[in-house]
């Protein structure tokens, strides 16, 4: 199983982008998927999550600018991002808890990361 995040990219103030990222793999059942980032020198935060039935949550500082959302058949999570701030820069990484049908447990995978950067 893999997640492949993509559509990172520079920007300036006010801007948007949308990011994409896309699991591969036999899987079972797909539950939460989510979007976190890592700016530099901070620790990783949670920017927003969907369930399965579409239920959605967002960090306060991204509320009314990003909208998570979710296409099942393609096992994909999206992140459309507006009004970026350069405060949004960092390296975005896109996660499921997901069951693969090789070992019907569930786990957490992680995509790569795609770098945002948001000039002034």
């Known amino acids: 199983v893999q997640l492949q995040a993509s559509g990172g990219g520079l920007v300036q103030a006010g801007g948007s982008l949308r990011l994409s990222c896309v699991t591969s793999?036999?899987?079972?059942?797909?539950?939460?998927m989510g979007w976190y980032r890592q700016a530099p020198g901070k620790q990783r935060e949670l920017v927003a999550g969907?369930?399965?039935?579409?239920?959605?949550n967002y960090a306060d500082s991204v509320k009314g600018r990003f909208t998570i959302s979710r296409d099942n058949a393609k096992k994909s999570v999206y992140l459309q991002m507006n009004s970026l701030k350069p405060e949004d820069t960092a390296v975005y990484y896109c996660?499921?808890?997901?069951?693969?049908?090789?070992?019907?447990?569930?786990?957490?995978?992680w995509g790569q990361g795609t770098l945002v950067t948001v000039s002034s």
């Open positions: 996660n499921a808890d997901l069951i693969p049908v090789t070992t019907m447990i569930s786990y957490t995978y």
């Open positions: 793999g036999i899987i079972f059942k797909i539950n939460k």
């Open positions: 969907i369930t399965s039935d579409g239920s959605t």
